[in-house]
């Protein structure tokens, strides 16, 4: 949720992913705090408000440079490179979104698994495999003391049984995610993984 000018803006990435009850939105100053029911409420997004200045984007307008649109994928691998060689990829642009090469930037990692090394068979829209899914879990229960537990949450997950015909799988199972969905280009990075329960998966789908 980095670079958000708008609160519309970072409301409808909110609901581009996850089907909440409602929201409510706390602000203190120029800090905010965003929250979604789904049960009990998730902090969604902490931040602070920033003074856009007009002038300033005008003057770029006056130049010729226009703002490029990134999808979230983009825009989430642009967000894991430091300031620096952010700006170098953006005036090596110049406007143009053909000239900046995606699949190079490679980054300092965001994902809560970005720690693990991936391997040369990670690739765009492939699925987790059994070994990945293991370190994942091992690596999220090595951060919550032993316990299971949602990224998005924080609530207590189950280990995933094999599926029985007649048996419903219980809502807190835990499933291993895309962060960046397959169908839009995620990979099997260790760095596109996080954990959620069968029911947060669920609501990402349903969107």
């Known amino acids: 949720m980095k670079e958000v000018k708008k609160l519309k803006g970072l409301l409808d990435r909110v609901l581009a992913k996850f089907k909440f009850k409602r929201f409510k939105l706390e602000r203190k100053g120029k800090h905010i705090r965003l929250y979604g029911e789904v049960n009990p409420w998730v ?9 856009v200045d007009e002038q300033k984007l005008k ?9 490029i649109t990134l999808s979230d994928a983009e825009l989430a691998k642009l967000n894991k490179v430091d300031i620096d060689e952010r700006a170098m990829i953006s005036k090596g642009a110049d406007g143009d979104k053909s000239r900046i090469d995606f ?13 693990i090394p991936d391997s040369k068979s ?3 829209g492939k699925k987790f495999t ?3 899914k293991q370190k994942i879990i091992e690596e999220n229960m090595k951060k919550n003391g032993g316990k299971l537990k949602s990224d998005l949450s924080g609530e207590e997950l ?7 015909t007649g048996v419903k799988p219980p809502q807190n199972e835990v499933q291993i995610d895309h962060i960046d969905p397959r169908s839009k280009g995620g990979s099997n990075s260790y ?3 996080q954990v959620l329960s ?6 990402k789908w349903d969107d």
């Open 43 to 51: 902090l969604l997004a902490d931040g602070t408000i920033h003074n």
């Open 59 to 67: 003057q770029l307008e006056r130049d010729g440079k226009k703002p």
């Open 103 to 115: 699949d190079s930037i490679k980054g300092t990692g965001n994902g809560p698994y970005s720690n």
């Open 122 to 124: 990670v690739g765009s």
């Open 130 to 132: 059994q070994t990945q």
């Open 158 to 164: 189950v280990p995933s049984q094999k599926s029985q």
């Open 191 to 193: 760095d596109n993984a």
């Open 198 to 203: 069968r029911q947060e998966n669920r609501l």
